[in-house]
T-cell receptor
Framework: DTEVTQTPKHLVMGMTNKKSLKCEQH?????MYWYKQKAKKPPELMFV???????INESVPSRFSPECPNSSLLNLHLHALQPEDSALYLC?????????????????FGSGTRLTVV | GIQVEQSPPDLILQEGANSTLRCNFS?????LQWFHQNPWGQLINLFY???GTKQNGRLSATTVATERYSLLYISSSQTTDSGVYFC???????????FGSGTRLQVQP
């Protein structure tokens, strides 16, 4: 299995809702990442988990709360979002943070969750 | 942090034409990858190429790490090659990929 699976693919939520994005990989990768991508912009890093510990938080607002329950799963809990948080949220994994990824494949990305906040 | 610059920002080609996309980066890197983002947002990994040359069908890539640049060649372009091409690097000090601003490619029939 060489995939990163993200659910749901689309999500519409109100500003008072609580929702979660889910990411799963079974490649034995020990680093997992959340990226945010606005329209016509490149992906921007939000969080990095290395060996299930949060290693990088790019000053993301607290209304975004990451969680890594085990080495295969990564969640992003959303609460009290704003319309400007509407974006494509991408999850990625790599063999190990800080080593450039796996020998031949580097980082693998999921297909993303397209989030709309109304 | 590391700076990643891609050129050109936009490119329009006729089907069958060849093209070269460039990525310059400002510091030493552990990893460099080229991605193609399709209209649905999926980032498709084209090459993992921190150094050297690789080829995959009509695509090839070269990274000259000592001069801090990478090139992606697309030959005999097809309409399905349309989309955004991103170069992304992991520098030695930051344990995550940093993306360039992308090259938006449109291949016309």
């Amino acid at each position: 299995d060489t995939e990163v699976t993200q659910t749901p693919k689309h999500l519409v939520m109100g500003m008072t809702n609580k929702k979660s994005l889910k990411c799963e990989q079974h490649m034995g990768h020990r680093a997992m990442y959340w990226y945010k991508q606005k329209a016509k912009k490149p992906p921007e890093l939000m969080f990095v988990y290395s060996y299930e510990k949060l290693s990088i938080n790019e000053s993301v607002p607290s209304r975004f709360s990451p969680e890594c329950p085990n080495s295969s799963l990564l969640n992003l809990h959303l609460h009290a979002l704003q319309p400007e948080d509407s974006a494509l949220y991408l999850c990625a994994s790599s063999q190990s943070a800080g080593t450039g990824g796996s020998l031949n494949y580097g980082y693998t990305f999921g297909s993303g969750t397209r989030l709309t906040v109304v | 942090g590391i700076q990643v610059e891609q050129s050109p920002p936009d490119l329009i080609l006729q089907e069958g034409a060849n093209s070269t996309l460039r990525c310059n980066f400002s510091d030493s890197v552990n990893n460099l990858q080229w991605f193609h983002q399709n209209p649905w947002g999926q980032l498709i990994n084209l090459f993992y190429i921190p150094s050297g040359t690789k080829q995959n069908g009509r695509l090839s890539a070269t990274t000259v790490a000592t001069e801090r640049y990478s090139l992606l060649y697309i030959s005999s372009s097809q309409t399905t090659d349309s989309g955004v091409y991103f170069c992304a690097v992991e520098d030695t000090g930051r344990r995550a990929l940093t993306f360039g601003s992308g090259t938006r490619l449109q291949v016309q029939p």
